[in-house]
């Protein structure tokens, strides 16, 4: 049933919105845009960063490195003499054996030694071919011979071009035959004037006679008269021929005293001697040159020769043969090969050593010129011997260091590359007291070590693989290329050994593999 009380009108909603509603309407908007936009990705953003900050540097590139556990071993210190450790070796020459080669190319003709043998210094060990180098001498001997000729000649040129420069005969005869001739046409120019007047008066003489005969005719035979004039024209003919002779003498007084001159400048400058002299210097310089050469390719040719027998440079034994009769040398030729000219190798008994190799553990207690105890089959007495150097030749499969041991008056029963075993005895500075002790020790290789303003330091890398640079204080103690550290580093640390050049304390690395290199060349 209907109420007529009840108002329905008071149930309706009004669709205009008030002032009030209109002026709250911008702050609920804004509240909105807080509430579905702002507020997630705020939320995203932190998310995020807590994301990168647990990340850390995972996420930055890492740097490949190779790493190698640091060198633990035990030190024992024992009494002077006593044994520290022994060691498996084998006997080499000192400092190594000598190669004895050939040094001309040929072919082996005979071989003189064995493997064993003993040899003194230039014995002979191997003969060659010598055919063509005696030849070659003997070509040389002759040019020689010929050479010797050459210089001879020149020296006996020189001799005789010095003798023409010091007395010079020659010119000294010419100028006395040109003196000569001269003194004799001023003779004759003198005598001239003399025999010009003899000339006229025997002129005159011929004519008077001629006309008193030609006076006469008839009373003298015709022939007399003729005789008379013949006598006149010959004495006319022999003064005129002195009248025209005077200047022809002074002339050719004047042409002979030029040569006079001329000889006697010659004398003084002698010229042509010198150059002779001169000449002559130069050829026996030259020949002597040609000589010397000559003598030079004499004895390269002996040289060869005695080169084909190979001898022994020093006294000792022969280790091996590298050549038989019959083997091809190269000698020294430029494009012989290091090994093709071999013929022996050998070695001197008195000087011998010992590669022993001597495990990683026991080369802290290695020390130059520590005492060793040498035992071989080969030999029933005791061998003594001393440490040499520990070398750097390390072998990765045995985990062992190599250790030159010296041999001290080896007895004649031991030979090279015969096995033996090397007690290393404990030496003098390194007793301290009657009792043994044994200690753990840290070695690194040297090369890992680095220096800073801090001290020496190397780079490790912990467990979450980021590089660190840790400070450490060395001993001073190591052997070869291993160094003692006295603190900074745990049995557990992995050195890092490639890829530090740009490293920095807390660098992200990757580690790519253990570096096994360290220490084996």
């Known amino acids: ?11 309706a909603l009004e669709r205009q919105p008030s002032a009030t509603a209109k002026a709250a309407s911008p702050i609920v908007h804004r509240r909105r845009w807080l509430s579905r936009y702002a507020l997630p990705a705020a939320i995203l953003v932190g998310f995020g960063a807590l994301v990168l900050a647990a990340a850390g540097s995972r996420l930055m590139p890492a740097r490949s490195v190779k790493v190698m556990p640091v060198i633990v071993k035990r030190a024992e210190v024992q009494q002077a003499g006593s044994t520290l ?3 498996p070796g084998w006997i080499e020459p000192r400092p190594m054996a000598v190669e004895v080669s050939a040094m001309t190319p040929g072919i082996i003709e005979q071989l003189l ?3 064993g043998q003993k040899v003194e210094k230039g014995e002979p060990i191997a003969i060659l071919v010598s ?4 030849i070659a001498l003997r070509q040389a001997e002759n040019a020689l011979a010929i050479r010797e000729g050459e210089l001879n000649r020149a020296q006996a040129e020189l001799s005789a071009a010095r003798i023409r420069v010091e007395n010079p005969v020659h010119l000294r005869v010419q100028l006395a035959d040109a003196q000569s001739i001269l003194t004799k046409s001023k003779t004759e120019l003198a005598k001239l004037p003399f025999l010009i007047e003899a000339a006229r008066a025997n002129a005159v003489y011929a004519q008077n006679s001629m006309e008193g005969k030609q006076s006469a005719r008839g009373a003298i035979s015709d022939n007399i008269i003729a005789k008379a004039e013949n006598d006149h024209a010959l004495a006319i003919a022999s003064l005129n ?5 005077k200047p022809n003498l002074e002339r050719e007084v004047k042409a002979i005293e030029n040569v006079v001159t001329t000889l006697e400048q010659q004398m003084e400058l002698l010229v042509e001697e010198r150059r002779q002299l001169g000449e002559a210097e130069a050829k026996v310089q030259s020949a002597e040159a040609y000589r010397n050469e000559a003598k030079l390719m004499v004895q390269q040719a002996q040289l060869m020769l005695a080169r084909n027998t190979v001898r022994a440079p020093m006294a000792g034994r022969i280790l091996r043969l590298f050549a038989v009769p019959g083997t091809r040398v190269m000698g020294l030729e430029t494009a012989a090969g290091q090994s093709s000219s071999r013929v022996v190798e050998m070695y001197d008994p008195q000087c011998l050593q010992i590669r022993a190799d001597v495990r990683l553990e026991d080369v802290p207690l290695v020390k130059q010129g520590q005492p060793v105890v040498i035992e071989t089959a080969s030999s029933p007495e005791v061998v003594r011997g001393r440490v040499l150097q ?3 030749s390390a072998n990765i499969q045995k985990n062992t260091l190599e250790v030159k041991v010296e041999i001290l008056d080896p007895p004649t029963t031991i030979s090279p590359e015969m096995l033996v075993t090397a007690t290393f005895l404990a030496p003098v500075n390194e007793s301290k007291d009657d009792g043994a002790s044994e200690t753990e020790r840290i070695f690194v290789p040297r090369q890992l070590t680095q220096t800073s303003e801090d001290g020496s330091f190397v780079w490790i890398v912990d467990d979450r693989s980021i590089a660190r640079k840790r400070v450490v204080e060395l001993e001073g103690k190591g052997t070869g290329e291993l160094i003692a550290i006295k603190s900074g580093l745990s049995v557990t640390d992995k050195l890092i050994t490639s890829g530090r050049e740009e490293l920095q304390d807390g660098s992200r690395v990757r580690v790519t593999g253990d570096d096994t290199t360290i220490g084996v060349n």
């Open 85 to 87: 450790f022994q060691a």
């Open 390 to 392: 520990v070398t750097s």
């Open 1 to 11: 049933m209907s109420n007529p009380s009840l108002d329905l009108s008071q149930l």
């Open 131 to 134: 055919v063509d180098a005696e």
């Open 241 to 245: 021929e002195l009248l025209e002779r």
């Open 113 to 115: 030694v064995v493997a």
